[in-house]
């Protein structure tokens, strides 16, 4: 049983540069959070996808957009990259839509913004 | 405010002995509460929750947890750490998986 995978593992950006985060969900698995993680901190809650639809969103411009297909896989596009846009950005998997699902995290991704 | 504190970003312990990770909350309802973990490589880990009833929790990993209303704690706790409990801990507090807040984690060093 596959575990929530996200691509790429690291990655080094530039300033004003857009960049695209991926997320595969836990097989059964219907919902997709995203949270990043600056260095020496808890997770920032960025939003969730359900049936393809952001249902819930945290404290984050709108330079942070998403997407989730019909198969539950799920992207993160931030553009306009700042240097505070540098941090760990973990995708969870629950199941059932915004509620009290178990969130199930993948390793995440590391973007340096330089 | 909201809010979830960890008080120790760091705690040394030697394999074998008693841990105890402090987690304080302010919340303005009795929330869920979730202890995580988080080794290098690896997702952050589920390792116990609380949602009401028995205070004491039981979870993964020989961990347990304990709920005291009165003092808005969930202190996380081992009776003997191994050195594969080298990691961070996270305490979240929420009613909803999209509304955890989270503390800042306490790293856990393991002396051989």
């Known amino acids: 049983d596959a575990g929530v995978t996200q691509s790429p593992t690291h990655l080094i950006k530039t300033r004003g540069q857009q960049v695209t985060l991926r997320c595969s969900p836990k097989s059964g698995h219907d919902t997709v959070s995203w949270y990043q993680q600056a260095l020496g901190q808890g997770p920032q809650f960025i939003f969730q996808?359900?049936?393809?639809?952001?249902?819930q969103r945290g404290n984050f411009p709108d330079r942070f957009s998403g997407h989730q297909f019909p198969n539950y896989s799920s992207e993160l596009n931030v553009n306009a990259l700042l240097l505070g846009d540098s941090a760990l950005y973990l995708c969870a998997s629950s199941l059932g839509g915004p509620g009290t699902g178990e969130l199930f995290f993948g390793e995440g991704s590391r973007l340096t913004v330089l | 405010a909201q809010s979830v504190t960890q008080p120790d970003i760091h705690i040394t312990v030697s394999e074998g002995a008693s841990l105890e990770l402090r987690c304080n909350y302010s919340y303005g309802a009795t929330p869920y509460l979730f202890w995580y973990v988080q080794s290098p490589g690896q997702g952050l880990q589920l390792l116990l929750k609380y949602f009401s009833g028995d205070t004491l929790v039981q979870g993964i990993k020989g961990f347990e947890a304990e709920f005291k209303r009165s003092q808005s704690s969930f202190n996380l706790r081992k009776p003997s750490v191994h050195w594969s409990d080298a990691a961070e801990y996270f305490c979240a507090v929420g009613r909803h998986n999209y509304q955890l807040i989270w503390g800042a984690g306490t790293k856990l060093i393991i002396k051989p």
């Open positions: 996808y359900y049936e393809e639809e952001e249902r």
